[in-house]
């Protein structure tokens, strides 16, 4: 089987990593180049290096892109982006990495290597707080971000779609829930917490809850985020005949009081009590704005993969970091 190059940008984040092991692991013809404004590290499926080459580039710089896209790809992984209460509270910057340097990316590949298959990670706060309760969210729902972060992942949604319409690339755009639990450090995610309030009382440190008890998230473990993401380059262009290329990923819905009673369950009681209320008001109106239900069939019609359980990704992750 001839060798291929795939491209992943924000190959330094966790995912962007995580994915990186898996694309690896999938088939032995895959070569990857990871691409971050800091240089990623060599995936744990690539010990040797022998089919990975990473670099550090600011891909809001023209000249720069077009170095790193000079090669030619079988697909592209577009993960990098400015977080959402970082956009939040860097209104310039949030614009200038994920609106700008995404498009200057779409519009390069569009000339050198049209209909390529790109995968593109969206996120379910391009939508608005929900009109009444439990309301159910599909592809079909209006979008109406209640952020700079959702504001600007919509405006790439809408521009790949109509690149994808005219036959200039062939996109994939994928919803992300918020994923946890996320190994490593906090990030600019307002939903940095969501890991947070479990990863590290697992690891026996404290950890700040910024939001309410009785607030709702959706979810995904990281394990099944990034099965679907490697499944996102194959899906058949045949599929999106007549619909939008954007699909909403499978997830669950989990309140925080859920997620620390199960925190009590896997961890202990010690572990439970390392979670602190501090609120935060920026942080909680954002998340709240965010929807928590969502009828996921479109992405199960295309052979994406239902999440595990709450309790079994906590035991995953808690058997990830040595703890029996």
């Given at each position: 089987m001839p060798s291929s190059t795939i491209l992943i940008t924000g190959g330094a984040g966790f995912v962007g990593q995580a994915l990186a092991s898996?694309?690896?692991?999938?088939?032995?013809?895959?070569?990857?180049?990871?691409?971050?404004?800091?240089?990623?590290p060599t995936p744990t499926a690539d010990p040797?290096?022998?089919?990975?080459?990473?670099?550090?580039?600011?891909?809001?710089?023209?000249?720069?892109?077009?170095?790193?896209l000079s090669q030619k790809f079988s697909a592209a992984y577009i993960l990098h982006g400015i977080m959402s209460g970082a956009s939040e509270s860097n209104m310039e910057l949030g614009y200038k990495v994920n609106l700008d340097s995404t498009r200057l990316i779409f519009d390069n590949l569009r000339n050198t290597q049209p209909g390529l298959v790109v995968v593109y990670t969206s996120s379910t706060a391009v939508y608005g707080p929900p009109e009444a309760q439990d309301q159910i969210y599909t592809e079909q729902t209006l979008?109406?971000?209640?952020?700079?972060?959702?504001?600007?992942?919509?405006?790439?949604?809408c521009l790949l779609n109509d690149y994808a319409r005219r036959g200039l690339l062939d996109a994939r755009i994928v919803r992300l829930p918020t994923v946890t639990i996320r190994a490593g450090k906090p990030t600019g995610a307002a939903s940095s917490f969501a890991s947070g309030i479990l990863r590290e009382p697992l690891q026996g440190m404290q950890s700040e809850l910024p939001v309410r008890k009785d607030l709702k998230l959706w979810v995904c473990s990281p394990g099944v985020?990034?099965?679907?993401?490697?499944?996102?380059?194959?899906?058949?262009?045949?599929?999106?005949?007549?619909?939008?290329?954007?699909?909403n990923l499978p997830g669950r819905t989990v309140t925080v009081q859920e997620m620390l009673d199960a925190?009590?369950?896997?961890?202990?009681?010690?572990?439970?009590?390392?979670?602190?209320?501090?609120?935060?008001?920026?942080?909680?109106?954002?998340?709240?704005?965010?929807?928590?239900?969502?009828?996921?069939r479109v992405a199960a019609g295309m052979g994406y993969i239902a999440d595990v359980s709450l309790l079994e990704n906590l035991r995953l992750y808690k058997e990830s970091i040595g703890q029996s």
């Open positions: 898996a694309l690896l692991s999938s088939s032995p013809s895959i070569n990857l180049l990871l691409t971050d404004i800091v240089e990623p040797s290096k022998k089919r990975t080459t990473c670099t550090q580039a600011d891909l809001s710089d023209p000249k720069t892109l077009a170095s790193v979008p109406a971000p209640q952020s700079s972060y959702g504001t600007q992942k919509f405006m790439i949604e985020v990034v099965a679907n993401l490697v499944k996102a380059k194959d899906v058949p262009k045949s599929a999106f005949e007549g619909r939008s290329r954007t699909v925190l009590e369950e896997v961890g202990g009681k010690e572990a439970r009590g390392l979670v602190v209320d501090k609120v935060d008001a920026a942080t909680e109106k954002i998340v709240e704005s965010w929807p928590t239900e969502f009828d996921t």
